[in-house]
């Protein structure tokens, strides 16, 4: 095994804070984290500011590799939000999961290249379900995936990579407009990357 997946086994003693949160408690295997009110991942578009507060928990991202976080959506207050995040800098990174928006739990990526672009689908049915988001680096892109439980992967997102940049990937979540966010995770791997956007080319 190599040392990256070695590490990827336990990310909650091996992963480093970017901006710690308030509190983080083990609960058996899961990670509880309380998200500080106003912490938020965004640059610019359409609201003006740059907000680079939202807490995760980083490895190494390697070449040909993926990271899987799992986490419970049982949050619902607005903006809450949980997922993946990858990062090269303050300027370039990637978040993904759910987001509650307009009431609704809301699948969708923000892809940050000196400016944000958030995409949404709503996924009222996840609610109170464990999801899992996928994110894969293979050379100049990185391929967003989620699901519940079984279900079939939906793809979410494909966005460009530079693909020379070191990258670094763990759970976050963010807490934009209140106190008390409380998220869940459940596990973060690093597996293979998906091989093919299609799904009859890839395994599961």
Known sequence: MTDAGQAWLDIWKAGEWLNPPPDVRR????????AEEGSDFWRTTSYGFVHDSGHALLLPLPEAAAVEVRFLLDYE?????????VRAD?????KAGVEISDGVPQLGAV?????????????????????????SRTANALTVRARVADDPWRLVRVA????????FAG??????????????FRGAVLTPADQSLHPDDEGS
């Open 90 to 94: 303050e300027g370039s990174w990637t």
């Open 77 to 85: 207050e607005q903006f809450d939000q949980a997922g993946v995040l």
């Open 27 to 34: 609960r058996a295997g899961d990670l509880v984290v309380t």
């Open 160 to 167: 460009p990579l530079d693909s020379e940049q070191p990258l």
């Open 171 to 184: 759970p976050y979540c963010c807490a934009p407009t209140r106190a008390g966010l409380q998220v869940t």
């Open 111 to 135: 892809v940050t290249r000196q400016v944000s672009d958030w995409s949404v689908a709503p996924v009222p049915e996840w609610r109170g379900r464990e999801v899992t988001v996928r994110a």
